[in-house]
C-alpha cells in the first residue's frame, strides 16, 4: 500500500505508546483514524487531540481479549467509515515470572490480550478488508522478543504472534490478495508497557502480590530503564509506514538484536542449547 490519504485505519491499544505513535502518524497522512483501547480517559484525549490536528477520529473502547468486542468495533468502523485499508493489531501488555511461578490469571491475561486480541481482529477485519478487494495492509505487533528467547510468558505469546503473522502472510499470498502483512519486532521502545498492570481486569487480578526473587527485580529494573531509553514511539511508526510503503513482512526497528535473533537460529539448526540472548 503506498497511497494513504482518505483511507481508513484501524489501531489497537491507540491511546498509548506504539499503538498512539501510530495513530498520529496516519493522522498526519491524511487518514481517518479509529482509535481501540481499553482505557478510556487516555482513549478519548487521543481522540480529541487527533481531531483538534484536524484527523477525522473514531474512539471505540474496546478490550481486544474480547471477540464480542472486537466484532464491535468492526460495525462501528463499517458503520461510520464504510471501509477498512490499514489494521494495526497492537494492543499488548507483559507480566513477570517464570513459566511455573506466572499464575492462571497471568497466563489467561498475557494469552488473552497478546494473542488473543490478534486472533480477534484478524477474525473480525480480515473478511471485511479481502470482500472490498481494495490495496490493504496488516500489521501485528509482535516483539524482537518473539524471535530469541528467554522473556517467559511475554515471549511465550509473542513468538505465537510471528507464527500467526507468517501463516497470515502465506495464506494472504496463496490467494493473491491485495491485503498484505508485517510482523513488528521492536526492541525497546519508549513507551507505559512497563505500567501494564494499569489495565488489568479485576477478574485477573493476583489475589496476593508475589514477592520477586533479587533476580526478577534486577530484571524488572533493566527493563525499566531499557524502556525509559528506548526508541521514540513516532521513530518506531516511521519504521512500520516504511515497511508498508515497501510490502516487507519483518519490520526490525533495532538493528543490535540481529546477532540474538541469529544466535537462536544457529542454536536450532546446529542443535545447540539455547543461548541467553541478554549475552553478546
Ligand atoms: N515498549 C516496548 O519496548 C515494546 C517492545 C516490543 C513490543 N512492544 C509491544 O508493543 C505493543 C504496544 O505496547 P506499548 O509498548 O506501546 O505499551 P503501552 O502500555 O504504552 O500501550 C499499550 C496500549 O494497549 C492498551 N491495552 C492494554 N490492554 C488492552 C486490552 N485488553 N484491549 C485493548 N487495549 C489494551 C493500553 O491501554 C495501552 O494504551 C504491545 O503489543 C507490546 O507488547 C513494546
Redesign the pocket.
Known sequence: MKEFKDKIAVI?????????GLAERCAREGMKVVL????EP?LFQTQKELQASGAKVLAVR????KASDVEALAQKTMDTFGAVHLLFN?????TVGTIWESTLADWEWII???LW?VIHGLRAFVPIMLAQDTQGHIVN?????GLTTGLSA?GVT?HAVVALSEQLYHSLAHLNAKVKASV??????????M??E??RPVELQNETTRILTPEEEAIVQYMHQ??QA?MS?QHAADHVFQAIREERFYIFTHPEYNAAVHKRMEDILQQRNPSNPFQS
Open positions: 489497537t491499544g491507540a491511546a498509548s505508546g506504539i499503538g498512539r481501540a483501547d481499553i482505557e487516555a474496546t478490550d481486544v481479549s497492537n494492543a499488548g501488555i507483559g488473552g490480550v497478546n486480541g505487533t509482535a516483539s524482537i522478543a511475554y509473542k513488528l519486532c521492536p526492541g525497546f521502545v519508549k513507551t507505559l508497557i505500567e501494564a494499569r489495565n531499557a524502556v528506548g514511539p
